[in-house]
T-cell receptor, first 115, second 114 residues
Framework: DAGVTQSPTHLIKTRGQQVTLRCSPKSGHDTVSWYQQALGQGPQFIFQYYEEEERQRGNFPDRFSGHQFPNYSSELNVNALLLGDSALYLC??????????????FGPGTRLTVL | AQTVTQSQPEMSVQEAETVTLSCTYDTSESDYYLFWYKQPPSRQMILVIRQEAYKQQNATENRFSVNFQKAAKSFSLKISDSQLGDAAMYFCAYRSYNNNDMRFGAGTRLTVKP
């Protein structure tokens, strides 16, 4: 049973560029959440996708956008990269409607470095 | 807004001994969930234990148990019979009852000495 997978593992970009990160949820899961984990800090919730729609969003600017595909996989896009966007980006998947509790399973993350 | 505080950036424990990691949180809600996650060097967050706020009984999962003090807004994790594989970053997290915006603390790095 494949768990949550993310690609790429590492990524280096320069300021002002755009980046796309990808996530495939655990088999059978239909909800995907994205988190940003800066060095030495806990993860911060970016947004969650369910039924191909953004259902909930954390306190992140609209430079951060996402998409969920019919196969439940998801992309996180960040435009106009800033140095402060350097972080580990975690994807987590779960099954079921977001308003109820469903255990989240995390992927190994994508390490983004902005120079 | 809900906040989670972990006041111990680093902790160490001797193998086979017991260690307690602290966590406090701030909320005005009465229904919520609390979690402890483990993040080893592989970076993948793993759920260690979960507590529903409406349950008075403290959650237990094998060697891991919590001390949940709702009035004090405290949620500590006790690891018994510590093993080398327990070495990792441990994050305390809060989630509202009907909201998936999970709030994490800054983490505690646990070292296990052989």
């Amino acid at each position: 049973d494949a768990g949550v997978t993310q690609s790429p593992t590492h990524l280096i970009k320069t300021r002002g560029q755009q980046v796309t990160l990808r996530c495939s949820p655990k088999s059978g899961h239909d909800t995907v959440s994205w988190y940003q984990q800066a060095l030495g800090q806990g993860p911060q919730f970016i947004f969650q996708y369910y039924e191909e729609e953004e259902r909930q969003r954390g306190n992140f600017p609209d430079r951060f956008s996402g998409h969920q595909f019919p196969n439940y996989s998801s992309e996180l896009n960040v435009n106009a990269l800033l140095l402060g966007d350097s972080a580990l980006y975690l994807c987590a998947s779960s099954l079921g409607i977001p308003s109820s509790y469903n255990e989240q399973f995390f992927g190994p993350g994508t390490r983004l470095t902005v120079l | 807004a809900q906040t989670v505080t972990q006041s111990q950036p680093e902790m160490s424990v001797q193998e086979a001994e017991t260690v307690t990691l602290s966590c406090t949180y701030d909320t005005s809600e009465s229904d919520y969930y609390l979690f402890w996650y483990k993040q080893p060097p592989s970076r993948q967050m793993i759920l260690v234990i979960r507590q529903e706020a409406y349950k008075q009984q403290n959650a237990t999962e094998n060697r891991f148990s919590v001390n949940f003090q709702k009035a004090a807004k405290s949620f500590s994790l006790k690891i018994s019979d510590s093993q080398l594989g327990d070495a990792a970053m441990y994050f305390c997290a809060y989630r509202s009852y009907n909201n998936n915006d999970m709030r994490f603390g800054a983490g505690t790095r646990l070292t296990v000495k052989p």
